[in-house]
Nanobody
Framework: VQLQASGGGLVQAGGSLRLSCAAS????????MGWYRQAPGKQRELVARISSGGITNYADSVKGRFTISRDNAKATVYLQMNSLKPEDTAVYYC????????WGQGTQVTVSS
């Protein structure tokens, strides 16, 4: 199983980034896909997730700014991040869950003030 995250980088506050996570080795459409993040000195936290049926939920801190989506044909999950804030700075991890979880390697997002 491989979850390859990409799209991170350095952006100014108020800017946007789009993260992608391409999955292989799993039947993608069966999995709930999620994005988590971990800032230095903090625990990993859920950012957003999307079920196999397309139901989404978001952390309160990102509601209205971030959008998660999935393309089952491409076995890829996306996280569109708008109106970024310095507190969004973290390593973002892709997760595939079906009762048991697989994790990607993480991609760094840095938001400068």
């Amino acid at each position: 199983v491989q979850l390859q995250a990409s799209g991170g980088g350095l952006v100014q506050a108020g800017g946007s980034l789009r993260l992608s996570c391409a999955a292989s080795g799993i039947i993608f459409r069966h999995y709930t896909m999620g994005w988590y993040r971990q800032a230095p000195g903090k625990q990993r936290e859920l950012v957003a997730r999307i079920s196999s049926g397309g139901i989404t939920n978001y952390a309160d801190s990102v509601k209205g700014r971030f959008t998660i989506s999935r393309d089952n044909a491409k076995a890829t999950v996306y996280l569109q991040m708008n109106s970024l804030k310095p507190e969004d700075t973290a390593v973002y991890y892709c997760n595939a869950d079906r009762g048991y979880s697989f994790w990607g390697q993480g991609t760094q997002v840095t938001v400068s003030s």
